[in-house]
């Protein structure tokens, strides 16, 4: 960490948030970015309009998912009988046949954190236009980092085609309108995530003039002593600097200041647990198709070998990478990154850091199972012609994703390089 002088303006200087680096955010142009120095990571992309055009996607997808509320899934025709589902229906029909954690996991990332991410995002960039916005806004924002990975609206989207392929097998399918709606949903809350300018949303939000930027919590009043007598900490939710205590209200974005997330306990506990739901996950049965009352019980291994037979391999192979290959990478890659870190190496921190984007990125999309059969699920009902029973196994599968997620979020890469501090 570079030296920091009592006397130092702190509103320009961030912490990455993968390193720990205490940098000077430099000004940028519009389209310019600026990159940690150490492992690389993305501190801003400056872009002109971002906040207006975040306004318009925000509102955008609001309107898009109230209407994918209200309108049919997906459409099923056998033998004259006529079947129709929406967003709800899987869930409720997971939660009557017996699995109701199961239910709850895909209201939550289907419709609930999805909704209020939008609300998040409608609520600051909209409340940013106010002449001195309320302070909990900024809290909020702060919170969406956190928040954004278990939104699950594209992974859905993935899953429900593979349920679609799997249904033409067996009926006459139409795809509802709600799919089209989802599909704008993704894109404009992709479209906000990739363009918007987190440090002009941030200057928006802020209650200081810029002539007189906030100098930390020491300088707010109700605070005795000189901030020179503080070290510099940087907030993790929003990445600001400022000469504080830990567990001080962060200046800009009000969240309690650490130094750390957590601890190491906590992550081996969810890998472990991780590791044990792992075996019943891929042994026992996710899913009972039946028709004309004869079935038989499938893992996520025969859906994989379905499939290839019907010769849709690209689907087989996203199949078999998302829901085996993933969950096996995140759990090795989370154990070598915590060994490593216990031992102090400081072999390849840059790359180490990589792979832990890399595993924070891919977990999600492991629920590609879990939707395919809450889609499955809510559209083939249809007795004795058509069903689909979902088994313990989808459970087991759902929460190995769930507690692998729970580990990413709790393991802290910058304890990384703080042990690998004289290394490097």
Avoid at 260 to 285: D, K
């Amino acid at each position: 960490m570079p030296h920091v002088g009592s006397d130092a303006d702190f509103a320009d200087w961030r912490e990455c948030r993968d390193c720990g680096l205490f940098q000077r955010l430099p000004a940028l142009d519009d389209g310019q970015a600026a990159t940690c120095g150490r492992c690389g990571a993305l501190l801003r992309r400056a872009a002109r309009n971002s906040v207006a055009l975040g306004r318009f996607c925000a509102a955008a997808a609001a309107i898009f998912l109230v209407l994918a509320l209200n309108v049919p899934l997906v459409e099923m025709r056998v033998m004259g009988r006529l079947a129709t589902s929406t967003l709800f229906t899987g869930p409720a029909m997971l939660g009557q046949k017996g699995l109701p954690a199961l239910a709850v996991a895909v209201l939550f990332t289907l419709v609930l954190l999805p909704a209020l991410k939008i609300a998040i995002e409608l609520a600051v960039l909209f409340g940013s236009l106010a002449s001195r916005p309320p302070r909990f806004l900024a809290w909020l924002f702060g919170s969406l980092d956190s928040l954004s990975p278990w939104a699950m609206v594209e992974v859905f989207l993935l899953g429900a085609i593979v349920a679609y392929t799997r249904l033409e097998a067996i009926a006459d399918v139409q795809v509802g309108p709600a799919i089209w709606a989802l599909g704008g949903v993704m894109l404009m809350l992709v479209t906000v995530d990739a363009t918007l300018d987190h440090e002009e949303v941030w200057r928006r939000l802020a209650h200081e003039s810029p002539a007189e930027p906030d100098r930390g919590p020491a300088a707010r009043g109700g605070e005795q002593g000189s901030s020179a007598t503080r070290d510099p900490v940087g907030c993790d939710a929003c990445g600001r600097v400022a000469r504080a205590k830990v567990g001080d209200r962060c200046s800009r974005c009000d969240h309690r200041l650490q130094v750390r997330r957590g601890g190491h306990a906590g992550v081996w506990a969810m890998l472990v647990t991780a590791c044990l739901l792992y075996i019943p996950a891929n042994v026992l049965p996710v899913m009972t198709v039946k028709q004309f009352g004869r079935g038989a019980p499938s893992t996520i291994v025969n859906g994989v070998g379905e499939l290839a037979a019907n010769h849709l391999w690209p689907l087989a192979i996203l199949v078999l990478l998302a829901s085996i290959i993933v969950p096996m990478v995140k759990i090795a890659s989370l154990a070598v990154l915590l060994v490593l870190t216990h031992r102090r190496s400081g072999a390849r921190l840059k790359a180490r850091t990589r792979l832990f984007r890399f595993v924070r990125g891919i977990g999600r999309w492991s629920m590609i199972d879990v939707f395919m059969l809450s889609t499955l699920v809510g559209v083939v009902r249809l007795d004795l012609f058509a069903s689909v029973v979902p088994e313990l196994g989808a459970l087991a599968f759902c929460s190995v994703v769930v507690f692998t997620m729970v580990a990413t979020e709790l393991f802290d890469p910058r304890t990384m390089w703080d042990a690998a501090e004289p290394a490097w």
